[in-house]
T-cell receptor, first 111, second 112 residues
Framework: DSGVTQTPKHLITATGQRVTLRCSPRSGDLSVYWYQQSLDQGLQFLIQYYNGEERAKGNILERFSAQQFPDLHSELNLSSLELGDSALYFC??????????FGPGTRLTVL | DQQVKQNSPSLSVQEGRISILNCDYTNSMFDYFLWYKKYPAEGPTFLISISSIKDKNEDGRFTVFLNKSAKHLSLHIVPSQPGDSAVYFCAARVQGAQKLVFGQGTRLTINP
């Protein structure tokens, strides 16, 4: 158990819909990262927050957005969903420069 | 542009032998490299890391080697055990940043 929790574990929705994925980092970690893993692909970095502020952005679509709240949990919002958005979404946390610890992921299926 | 590449999608090794997983990178600004292990239905688990100022780091059965001139790193597992069967991801971090760039992963199967 990495100490990072993600909900929900599975999400099935239709094209055009909007969903919110939730992540709680390890106790004490200020950095939260979101990654996407599509079928047979490596993990693609989406976005990083540090203590409530956006710190780095990867290849995140404009339809996607994220935020980190004062209690340090983070949410990833995916809107106008397309079939190609079906993937595993992982959240990770770290205490800045050290290793990132990953949550179990949310499997999103867009039908 | 795939900055971190794991060219072997899969590898099969007999139990007790050495497993060698390889990773190549193109970005000279990477200064820290990590290996993660992933079981099905779980998130990646940190395994071992190496700073670019070193060429070897060892932790029990796991050793990571870094060849900066060749932009190549490898993970050695010896002896290999059935529980090592998983997907292994190589990752790299650019100096001054925290985000990780991952390879595509190598599925390691340890045969009894």
């Amino acid at each position: 158990d990495s100490g990072v929790t993600q909900t929900p574990k599975h999400l099935i929705t239709a094209t055009g819909q909007r969903v919110t994925l939730r992540c709680s980092p390890r106790s004490g970690d200020l950095s939260v990262y979101w990654y996407q893993q599509s079928l047979d692909q490596g993990l693609q970095f989406l976005i990083q927050y540090y203590n409530g502020e956006e710190r780095a952005k990867g290849n995140i679509l404009e339809r996607f957005s994220a935020q980190q709240f004062p209690d340090l949990h983070s949410e990833l919002n995916l809107s106008s969903l397309e079939l190609g958005d079906s993937a595993l979404y992982f959240c990770a946390s770290s205490d800045y420069y050290n290793e990132q610890f990953f949550g179990p992921g949310t499997r999103l299926t867009v039908l | 542009d795939q900055q971190v590449k794991q060219n072997s999608p899969s590898l099969s090794v007999q139990e007790g032998r050495i497993s060698i997983l390889n990773c190549d990178y193109t970005n000279s600004m990477f200064d820290y490299f990590l290996w993660y292990k992933k079981y099905p239905a779980e998130g990646p688990t940190f395994l071992i890391s190496i700073s670019s100022i070193k060429d070897k780091n060892e932790d029990g059965r796991f050793t990571v080697f870094l060849n900066k001139s060749a932009k190549h790193l490898s993970l050695h597992i010896v002896p290999s055990q059935p529980g090592d069967s998983a997907v292994y991801f190589c990752a790299a971090r650019v100096q001054g940043a925290q985000k990780l760039v991952f390879g595509q992963g190598t599925r390691l199967t340890i045969n009894p």
